[in-house]
Structure formats: C-alpha cells, structure tokens
C-alpha cells in the first residue's frame, strides 16, 4: 500500500497542479481587472477531495488489502454464473421477454417514458451496429437515416393521412435509398476518410432539413403528426370498426417494444448467417476477403442499407411518439450518442449494445438531480468507462486475432 | 469585381483560420492516428481565455496604454494555456488507451469533448462573451475594398503561425524527430527519440495552433460561446482530411480550400447553405481521390 503509494504520489500531486493551472485563469481573473482565488481554491478542493478518495479505494485494491471482500464477491459471482448456466438460455430470454411485457404495469408514465427511449436507441444502436461492428465502417453520420425515417412518416401523415403502420415500410424503404446514397461514393474510402465523409452527409441532411423551408417548416419542425392509429371492432351499433390513435404512453412503449424485438431478432439472424460472416470478413481484412470471392462492393452497400433500414423504423416510431420532428433531434451530437452505446456496450455484441443503449439512456435521467452537471459527468463517465473497459461492457466474442493485436 | 475581391480576402482569412485548427487534426492524427474530438474544444477554450484575459488588461487600464503588448502577451499566454491543456487531456485521456482499439479512444476524446465543452460553459456562463471592441478601427482602403486593420492583424497572424510551424516541422531538430516518430514510433525510439514527450509536443503545438486561431475568431465576431469549437471544428477535420491526413501542407491547402468554398459559396449560391458546400467539396474531392489531395497511399487502417 506505501510502496504503491510511493509509485504514484508523484503523477498525482503534479496532475492536481496542472489542473489548477487550468482552472485558474477560467475562475480566478475577473474583467474588472482584479484576480481572486478562492472559488478556485473551493472548485480545486473538492476535486482533490473526491480524486485523492478515489485513488485511496485503487490503491487499496491494487495492494489487496481488500481482498477477502473481493474474493468473497468473484467467488459468489462464479457461483451465480455456474448456476445461471445450468438453466436454458431460452429461460432468460423469455424471462427478459415477460419482464419487458409487464414493465408498463407497475411504473409510471416517466419510467416508461425512459424505456420507449432506450428501445428506440436499442434499434438505432443495433442498425449501427451493422456498419460499425459487423462491417468495420465508422459511420459518424447514421442520424441522418433516423431523420429521414422521421420525416417521412411526418410528411406523409401530414399531407396524405398516411397511417404509421403503412409509413413504416415506407420510411424503412427510403432510409434504405438514403443509405445507398450515401453508402456508394463512399464504398472506396477507408478508415477516417469514410468517417468525415459520412459526418458530411449527415450535415449535410441536417441543414437541408433546418433550410427546406417549403417542405419541412425549417427549425420550427412539422407540427401535427398523428400518432398511430388500429382499428378496434365497435359493437355499439351493429357491428363497425373504429380508428382508435395510440396516445397512451404504454401502448407506444408495446409498440417500441415489439420494433425492438423485431431489430434484435433480425440483427442477430443476419449476425450469424453467410452475410455476416462475409461483412465480418471485410472488417477483418477487406483485401482478402475480396480474394475469397466476396463481394465487398454489394455486401458494404448492404451493410449501410440494412443499418440504414432500422434506423428508418426506429425514426417513423420516433415521430409518431413525439407527434413532433425538428431537425433539433439530428445533430451531429446524437450520432455521437448512439456511436458511443455500439462502443461502450461492447462493438458487435447483441446483449452489450442493449446494456449501452440502456445505460446511456438511464445515467443522463439520474443524474438529473444534478441538472447543469448533468453532461459534464456523463461526458467524464465515458472517458472514465473507456480507460477501465476499452473493449465495452460486454465485448463480442471473436474467433481468432485480428490484424489490430499483432501490431501492438 | 470588388465584390468578388472582397470575398476573395474574407476567403482568405477564413481558410487561414481553419489551416491553422486542421493543422491541430493532421499533427495529432500523423503522430497517433486519433481523431482529436476535443480539438475544437482547444479552439473554444483559446476563444474564451483570449477573452479573459483582454478584457482583464482593459480593466487594468493597459489595453489603452499598452495595446501592441497586451495583445502579445494575450496570444502567448493563451496558447500556452492551450497547449497545457491539451496536454493534460492526452495524458489523461488518451495515453492509457493507446495501445487498445482506435474507436475506444476515438470514444474517449469524444467523452472528453463534451466534458470540456460543458466544464467551459459551468465556468463561463452559457451566454456569449463579448471581446472588447475598441481594439482594432478603421482599415485600409484599396478603391471600393476595405481591409480592416484586424483582418489584416488576422492574415499577418496566420501566415506568421504558418511559416513558424513549417520552419519547426522541416528545419530543426524537434521537427524531425516529430517526423520520424509520425513513420515509426519503435524505429524512433530506437534512436532515443521519446515518443511520449513528442506526441505531448505535438499535442501542444496543435492546441496552441488552435488557441490562436480561437482568439481571432473571437476579435473577428467580436464574442466566443462555450459551443463554438464544434462547427470549426468538424469543418477544420474536413480540411484536414481534403488535404490528405497526416499531411502538414494538405492541411493548409485544405483549410484555404474549405475556407473558399465556403465564402464563394455563401456570397454567390445562398448563405443558407454555406456548410453544405464544404462538405460537398470535401466528398467530390473525395471520391476521385479517395486518401485526400496530398496524401499518400495509406495502407488499409480500420476503425
């Protein structure tokens, strides 16, 4: 524990000095020309405070003076797995599968409010996933295909009373063309160059939207959009059907649901069939995979297509949820966003997106007693989660090395 | 005519502005291959203690006695402050990641975006910070064209910044070490050359790039936002990867290449648009010359 300390007491006490030369300028000189340093002193102490308390707890870790307490802890949880393992996956799955059905029944409208949102971001981390984690495609412009699922089913409901169940398709279809749009100038690009490229387009998209005056009201966003709509048997006066909307909060949420269900299934069959494994190829080494007679130019394409597709679905649900779209909700920031639940969750693991996805979502509603420190932790939490768990909280299994390893 | 000319010039200090924050993007990148995020936070934050501190010198009263050397001591202190900065965050953020994937640090610097972007905004309220004005009036008058003395401080600046980082990169000893460490980091270190202190100088050197870069953006508009890295900033990787990235040159033709495009494009075509006509370059440029217009053949880097 001393000799551990001794290592780093050094890093530390310069770390913290460096950060009050940072914070000091930003708090401590005032316009009227005078400088102060107690708000800095105050700021810089409790940093100091809650880092020293941090490094105390690793320290005690790395020396194992805590060890019985996290023997005790692998142990039971060896246990737990051993147990778990002895049930069918088919049990867990359907037990998630019963939890996820009677959720709405004993929440509230705020807590399915937050469960809507990570099923929506379960879709669009899983379509992303497709590009990012099965293709190897870093994709930083992918809300621009949510966009225009959204806008789709805004317009068409708005100016031709088209229902949600028939825009869906619809949506998903265009989101499929936008995808190929994008996808084919960009095929020949690698790495990087790709990144800024797809960052381009969905700027691109997100001004055209924010500017197209005409057709989509510009920044004050289309206004109206019904939500969806069934048709329930009526028997008050014979026999009749009638248009009943969705508005309560937990048929959408079932909605959501099912959406959600739909894009695990289907990332999952694709995950495991002669598509993935060829995108999976690519992503290892797309030279030799085009030597291995696959078509990397269709199965790219594919990839952006198929990503491209849920988000569609997931940004006609989006709409129809919000009755609202304003080219608000696809900036840059949320590509980002849901970037960060395909990474932190684990890249190409089913299960560690949806935990991402999950956790992104919830994090941000819990500390909303924090208000203005709100982005600021989730902003220093993911640095945080990436330097202790590079690889996602539930990293994808994968056969063999990956040319990344040996490089080293 | 003159209004083409006009143009011309805005087009020029632009494109300087956003050479000198690709040039932030193209170091870091040629040194560790990372997209820096937080770059574009450097150039806010450069923005917001340029501010601080000239506005300081005005309440001292030294801004009027002394404007030359406030202004100076403004620009160096500010730089180095960036330079701290950026440092401070490679060693924290991206340096224990290193040896992982690109996209988890690619991941990292995104989280340390939004940290610095909201720790600028907790600190500095989220209101625009106004420079002071009366620092540079009036301007030359070439026939119908005027250049304002800041524009002209402005282009001077850039070229001087431009020319001095050629002359580090090419001519002495820390450039070629830099260039040698960017080919090769176990071959450089086999020749004791400490691949931990250049990727830190260059870090540095990037952020003070974009610091000052900061600081004219903010005497240019006359105010800073906690927000403003992020257009800059994204526009900036977009010349940085136009001109080929890792490439010093291609960076600087590539910012004066988006910063053209962007002011013809505005002041001919429609103002409404004018982001969208850097990007649609960028992807033409793109798609006929996939690795940027100086940059090499890369071999195949994945995410």
Known sequence: ??????????????????????????LGIHPDGTLSFDRTFTVWGYIAAGSFICLLIHLLNRSDAIQPVGQALSRLREQAARAAQRVPTQFWVGAALVLACLYPLFTGRYAQDVATNVLIYICLGLGLNIVVGLAGMLDLGYIAFYG?????????????????????????????????IIGYPTLRMRGDYLAIVTLGFGEI??????????????????????????????????????????KKLHFLYYIALALAIITIVAVRRLNFSRIGRAWESIREDETAAELMGVNTF??????????ALFAGLAGAFFCARMRFVSPESFTFIESAMVLSMVVLGGMGSIPGIMLGAAALIVLPEVFREFETYRMLVFGMAMVVMMLFRPAGLIPAKRMGTRSDDREG | MDYFLQQLINGITLGGLYALIALGYTMVYGVIQLINFAHGEFFAAGGYVGVILLSYFTGRGYLDTHPVLCLTAAFALTMAYCAFLAIGVEKVAYKPLRRE???????????????????????QGVYDKAYPSELFQGGFQFGSVTISYLRVMILSMTVVLLIALNILVFRTKIGIAMRATAQDKIMSSLVSISSNRIISLTFGIGAGLAAAAGIMVGLYYGSVRYDMGF??????FAAAVLGGIGNITGAMLGGLIIGMVEIFGAGYISGQYKDVFAFIILIAVLYFKPTGIMGENIDDTRV
Not at chain 1, 4 to 23: C, D, Q
Not at chain 1, 159 to 169: A, I, Q, R
Not at chain 2, 104 to 123: D, R
């Open chain 1, 1 to 26: 524990m001393i000799q551990e300390f001794k290592k780093i007491w050094k890093p530390y006490a310069i770390g913290l000095a460096w950060l009050m030369g940072l914070l000091w300028p930003l």
């Open chain 1, 148 to 180: 225009v699922g959204a806008y789709t089913y805004a317009l068409l409901n708005i100016h031709f009373g088209v229902s949600f169940w028939l825009s869906l398709p619809v949506a998903a279809a265009l989101a499929c063309i936008a995808g190929c």
């Open chain 1, 205 to 246: 998209v997100r001004i055209i939207l924010n500017n197209w005056m005409t057709l989509t009201n510009g920044p004050n966003g289309l206004l109206g959009v019904k939500p969806p709509s069934i048709y329930i048997p009526n028997f008050d006066a014979g026999f009749s059907f009638e248009l009943f909307y969705i």
């Open chain 1, 298 to 307: 269709l199965l790219k394409l594919l990839a952006y297509a198929m990503g």
């Open chain 2, 101 to 123: 994937s690109r996209l988890s640090v690619l991941l990292s610097a995104l989280g340390m975006s939004i940290f610095l972007t909201n720790a600028l905004m907790l600190t």
């Open chain 2, 231 to 236: 257009l800059p900033g994204i526009k900036a």
